[in-house]
């Protein structure tokens, strides 16, 4: 349908959106000019957007099917955007179906997954990391594990112990094979990261649904 010659738009509404709060802010009156500030840290804003009807009404049948706020909603969005999906296409990155990926493992040995994993360290991390973060050590890779289990809805577990340890499981729900790959992977990073003189061992524990390393008596400059 077409109006004055322009294509016509489906009706929008105005919301704010706040990083700092978890409640829907509402709809600010366009006579309105100055947007208030947040009561929060400086560093959270709100901000006026303008969201099509059609749009908005997914983010709130989603809220609710969450049981959380179309402002959570769509804060999670922008962070998993801002975090992740703006660069994945450019460093090579593409969605793949879970049934397919446990059919192509499943005919792969447990060595070459394990090796596979070792060598996708530096194309799925190293250059993830060092093409979004300021340096590439522990931090920006349990940054990296966040963000990655984060997009791909896997329970990521990070525990610093009282011992100077760090314990890291992820629960993927996938396979045996996965847990292999990750192990293949993590280990290659981790040893890159973390000398022998900085830890005194590296433990992994692989079941069918998960992955977990334990990496014991973690020098000071690494806690």
């Given at each position: 349908?077409?109006?004055?010659?322009?294509?016509?738009?489906?009706?929008?509404?105005?919301?704010?959106?706040?990083?700092?709060?978890?409640?829907?802010?509402?709809?600010?009156?366009?006579?309105?000019?100055?947007?208030?500030q947040s009561s929060?840290?400086?560093?959270?804003?709100?901000?006026?957007?303008?969201?099509?009807?059609?749009?908005?009404?997914?983010?709130?049948?989603?809220?609710?099917?969450?049981?959380t706020s179309v402002?959570?909603?769509?804060?999670?969005?922008?962070?998993?955007?801002?975090?992740?999906?703006?660069?994945?296409?450019?460093?090579?990155?593409?969605?793949?179906?879970?049934?397919?990926?446990?059919?192509?493992?499943?005919?792969?040995?447990?060595?070459?997954?394990?090796?596979?994993?070792?060598?996708?360290?530096?194309?799925?991390?190293?250059?993830?990391?060092?093409?979004?973060?300021?340096?590439?050590?522990?931090?920006?890779?349990?940054?990296?594990?966040?963000?990655?289990?984060?997009?791909?809805?896997?329970?990521?577990?990070?525990?610093?112990?009282?011992?100077?340890?760090?314990?890291?499981?992820?629960?993927?729900?996938?396979?045996?094979?996965?847990?292999?790959?990750?192990?293949?992977?993590?280990?290659?990073?981790?040893?890159?990261?973390?000398?022998?003189?900085?830890?005194?061992?590296?433990?992994?524990?692989?079941?069918?649904?998960?992955?977990?390393?334990?990496?014991?008596?973690?020098?000071?400059?690494?806690?």
């Amino acid at each position: 349908m077409k109006e004055d010659g322009h294509r016509k738009e489906g009706k929008t509404k105005r919301m704010k959106i706040s990083a700092d709060n978890d409640q829907v802010l509402g709809h600010r009156d366009p006579s309105d000019n100055d947007l208030p500030q947040s009561s929060a840290a400086e560093s959270n804003k709100a901000v006026l957007v303008r969201i099509p009807q059609d749009l908005l009404q997914s983010l709130r049948e989603e809220s609710n099917y969450k049981g959380t706020s179309v402002n959570s909603i769509i804060v999670s969005i922008l962070r998993k955007y801002s975090g992740w999906w703006r660069f994945q296409e450019r460093l090579g990155f593409m969605p793949l179906h879970k049934s397919m990926v446990v059919q192509i493992m499943d005919k792969i040995s447990d060595e070459d997954v394990e090796e596979i994993g070792r060598i996708q360290k530096d194309q799925t991390i190293k250059d993830f990391i060092l093409f979004s973060e300021s340096g590439y050590d522990l931090e920006a890779f349990i940054h990296w594990l966040r963000l990655r289990s984060e997009v791909m809805g896997f329970q990521l577990v990070v525990r610093h112990e009282k011992d100077a340890s760090i314990f890291i499981m992820i629960n993927h729900g996938i396979s045996s094979k996965w847990s292999r790959y990750y192990k293949g992977m993590f280990e290659a990073v981790l040893q890159e990261l973390l000398k022998p003189g900085d830890y005194s061992e590296m433990k992994f524990n692989l079941t069918n649904s998960s992955f977990s390393v334990t990496i014991s008596d973690i020098k000071s400059s690494w806690k």
